[in-house]
């Protein structure tokens, strides 16, 4: 059974609690990770990209000399793809690259990167994470009392405040989010997850 050390909201080591086997004690499937991943990237393509066929480039479409006679060789347009400044064969053209991966798969993938974080002791928990301002300082003294400072962090909580969300936006290796919002991607880019109570009760309930 995997488990993890507990820490007071600021910051104290108090003890440590067994984390659920359901999410932290599966043996990961890498392969489902990778499914996982790469349909994330695949996802958050945009697909805009676009060149021009000889039907759209905005070139004359008479013929460039005459057929016979010139010692050159024939030509028919201004648009071949052939020419400098012509259109594009088969070039790319708008499209979605998403996909939908399988219920099951998501889920298997997402139980195996906590499960990774968990087996190499990586996963620590907080009572709480109240924040009484807008405050990058407080936050980042947070991550040093729980001696992650060095590490990309992910931070999950059952409601994400504006107060939390705009104390780490400024930290560049840590990331916070509602614990029902976590996807594989945001975990296996994390070194360090760092999740509170109630962020453990959501993580059981949605995804357990």
Known sequence: MASAEVYSAGGDKTGTVDLPDGLFGIEPNSHAVWEAVVNFQSNQRQGTVKVKTRGEVNRSNSKPWRQKGTGRARAGTFRSPLWVGGGRIHGPQPRDHAYKLPRKVRRLALRS?????????????????????????????????????????????????????????????????????VNTYTIVSADWIVVTKSGLEQLQEVFG
């Open 113 to 181: 990167a906590l499960s990774d974080r968990a087996a190499e002791g990586r996963v620590a928990v907080i009572d709480s994470i109240d924040l009484a301002e807008i405050k990058t300082h407080a936050a980042s003294d947070l991550m040093k009392k729980l001696g992650v400072q060095e590490q990309k962090v992910l931070v999950l909580v059952d409601e994400l405040t504006e107060n939390l969300a705009l104390s780490v936006r400024n930290l560049p290796n840590v990331v916070a989010l509602a614990a029902r919002e």
